[in-house]
């Protein structure tokens, strides 16, 4: 556990999703440097959580005590009500604004300085920490992603804020300053432009009805660029290697103490993705002992990133 400050860590998930990963949560709770990592979901993840074996570290929250889904259900069908045309919308549509509103409006409810949010589908590969060594300022860990909605977005909610670094906050986690967090929901708030009260009304108000659909908000990017822009000086930049794309040459069912140490020297984390698979010209490659040892998980990672067409890559300056 971090020393210089206590704080919890909040993860949004499903039930479906927890149990998709379960098998890999105790090795998220023993590299964790928060207090308590505490789970946030509907009453169907609370059982999923006290079965966890082990200590008192891992909690649960119920996300309608947050932010209850049915005010931002409603909400997100209004915005969305020519396009449905008397349909009706599928929760999973809300339900992907839904997970980033639930770690913005938590700042209002944690008792501490700071809050670590941490993806459900990522698990850490070895102990890390989220502030400087002998130091008390935290770190905003970066990637390499770009999405051009997110910052056209972000300008509507904040005008005059833009992109001002040249790598990404989307890094599967981000430790959040609660008074930081809280501000920024202000200035949102105090948008007198963007129709709706809440901060989570104006952002899903704040994208074109046509984009609502297509993921076009980030709470990383939202946040990451808030601090740069209004409080320089509270963080230190960190760049973040992770195995994005996990699933694709791991199985989660099957993926071993061997193959974690293997890739944690050379990834903080690795994360499996809903929907990937191992292909088949990639079973028995990364979780294979013999090339282990003749490659690092870096090395064998910029290998297939070479054969592979489109999607996200990891880079290394």
């Given amino acids: 556990m971090d020393s210089v400050n206590s704080y919890d860590a909040i993860i949004v998930v499903t039930a479906a999703d927890y149990k998709r990963l379960q098998r890999n949560y105790q090795r998220l709770l023993s590299y964790m440097p928060s207090r308590r990592v505490l789970f946030v ?9 006290q079965a966890l074996k082990g200590d008192d570290k891992a909690g649960f929250i119920n ?26 919308l599928p929760r999973g ?22 809050y670590l949010v941490w993806d459900g589908d990522t698990i850490p ?27 056209r977005v972000m300008a509507k909610l904040i005008p005059g804020m833009e992109k001002n670094i040249r790598k990404s906050f989307i890094a599967e986690h981000m430790l959040i300053k609660c008074n930081i967090m809280r501000k920024l929901i202000s200035e949102i708030e105090q ?50 290697h992770s195995f994005r794309y996990g699933g694709l040459y791991f199985n989660p069912n099957t993926i071993s103490d061997r193959d974690f140490a293997w890739l944690g020297r050379d990834f903080y984390a690795i994360s499996f993705e809903k929907g990937h698979t191992i292909r088949e010209d990639h079973q028995n490659l990364f979780d294979n002992p013999k090339y282990q040892e003749k490659l690092s998980a870096r090395r064998m990672l910029e290998i297939a990133q070479e054969e592979a067409i489109e999607g996200y890559e990891e880079v290394w300056d």
């Avoid at 890390?128 to 990637?143: A, C, T, V």
Wanted: one cysteine or more; charged letters at 25%; hydrophobic letters at 35%.
């Fill in 41 to 49: 979901g509907d009453e169907a993840v609370f059982p999923l959580v």
């Fill in 191 to 240: 948008n007198s432009i963007i129709p709706g009260t809440a901060f989570w009304e104006k952002i899903i108000y704040a994208i074109d009805t046509d984009k609502l659909q297509s993921n076009s908000f980030s709470e990383f990017e939202t946040y990451g660029t808030f601090v740069v822009s209004r409080y320089p000086d509270a963080y230190r930049f960190r760049d973040w």
């Fill in 125 to 151: 590969c070895k102990p890390f920490s989220m502030f400087q060594e002998n130091g008390n300022i935290p770190y905003l860990d970066l990637k390499q992603e770009y999405h051009e909605e997110y910052f």
């Fill in 63 to 88: 996300e309608n005590d947050i932010l209850p889904f049915d005010h931002v259900h409603e909400v997100m069908k209004h915005a969305l009500k020519d396009i449905l045309n008397g349909r009706e």
């Fill in 93 to 114: 549509v809300t339900g992907w604004y839904y997970q980033q509103f639930l770690k913005m409006q938590y700042a209002s409810l944690c008792p501490d300085e700071y």
